[in-house]
């Protein structure tokens, strides 16, 4: 959801069109964290009953069939409400019953055109199904062309970014943070609920880590209690330079900048957000998923910008790894290059744009 307001966002930032500002309704799944985060930002917000039916078991594929019914017959009712020009989608299996309610529209009405946005490299099967009922795709990369159908046109234009992400100098970031500026920095995160493996894989090394570099690690509230501890029970000398974090929001700004290298799961924002920070990585793909992240961590790995380590390796491979590139700086300042040649910092506002065309003209 974080690339979709991403590009409302950008949406509301740009020219507006003689006859006012663009009219946006968000329409997502029932009972999600994502209705109070919209809500928040000012975005009117509608639900509708969705299910996958992709992989699905037999007992539960009857009930998610009737919930995709459903869908379809609210999506209908809220096209013929709300009218729009043009749909955007970016993913999962809530967009279902709006995309196939827009593709046979109620007597009488247009129907309205659609993007798709495709933020990892290998779309997933909801996207992929999403595409060839789409106008337009638009693409974090060029690889993910490969996925598509032939016919569908598409756009290259990169991962839309949050609208506060900036670019910090580095040592304002180190100070806003508290860090030391003679030490480098370690980034460890693995998103709102933490990465159990690659927390677990940290607290093991952050002893032999410590003595040559700061770590700032944003736990996740699942672990926050054990960092807390471990934190406590680090030597004197040494727990002062683990800076521990539960989540950070505006923060995150700082965190990237000040980072000499970062280690994560390999999301979609791993091929927008370090990019823009010219930050290296070492990846974790999360293994038990479709294996979108391992393409994703590959693709960076290829250009020279990450480093991929297997989360089965992680407890073995860990601190050799960490200690291997931070003791080398030539190699993680060519990691930096690679990684910041792969930015599209204009992504959000290429999508805004592509909305905008379609809005007030056929696509090809």
């Given amino acids: 959801m974080y690339p979709a307001l991403s590009v409302l966002q950008a949406l509301r930032a740009g020219v507006e069109p003689a006859d006012g500002p663009a009219q946006v309704l968000w329409v997502g799944g029932e009972q999600g964290m994502e209705e109070q985060l919209v809500q928040r930002e000012g975005i009117p917000f509608e639900s509708i009953p969705a299910a996958g039916v992709h992989g699905v078991g037999l ?44 593709r046979w529209p109620a007597s009488g009405r247009k129907r309205p055109r659609s993007l798709v946005y495709v933020p990892d490299i290998e779309p997933g099967w909801a996207l992929r199904a999403l595409a060839r009922l789409a106008d337009h795709v638009a693409l974090t990369v060029e690889d993910s062309q490969a996925f598509l159908p032939r016919k569908v046109g598409r756009t290259v234009s990169g ?5 506060n992400l900036e670019k910090w100098d580095k040592a304002a970031a180190s100070q806003a943070l508290g860090l030391q500026a003679d030490l480098p920095v370690f980034l460890v995160w693995g998103g709102s609920k933490g990465a159990r493996s690659i927390n677990q894989a940290l607290f093991e090394a952050l002893p032999q880590l410590l003595p040559d570099m700061q770590v700032v690690h944003i736990s996740g509230q699942n672990a926050w209690q054990q960092a807390l501890q471990v934190k ?17 929001h505006g923060e995150m700004n700082a965190a990237l900048a000040s980072a000499d290298l970062v280690l994560s799961r390999a999301g979609a924002s791993s091929l927008g957000e370090y990019p823009f920070f010219g930050l290296p990585a070492v990846l974790v793909p999360y293994p038990y998923a479709w294996r979108y992240q391992k393409v994703n961590a590959d693709y960076l790995v290829q250009r020279g910008a990450a480093f991929l380590l297997p989360d089965a390796d992680l407890g073995q491979n860990l601190l050799p790894t960490i200690r291997s590139l931070m003791a080398d700086q030539p190699r993680r300042q060519a990691m930096s290059q690679a990684m910041r040649s792969l930015a599209r910092p204009d992504a959000a506002a290429t999508i805004a744009g592509l909305l905008r065309t379609m809005s007030t003209q056929e696509m090809s």
């Fill in 159 to 163: 991962y839309p970014l949050r609208k």
């Fill in 232 to 248: 406590q029970d680090l030597p004197v000398g040494l727990s002062g330079r683990y800076y521990l974090y539960a989540y950070l």
């Fill in 59 to 102: 007992r539960a594929l009857p009930g998610n069939v009737l919930r995709l019914a459903r869908g379809l017959s609210k999506s209908r009712r809220i096209l013929k409400t709300f009218n729009p020009d043009v749909l955007f989608f970016t993913g999962g299996f809530v967009a279902a019953p709006m995309a196939l309610a827009a």
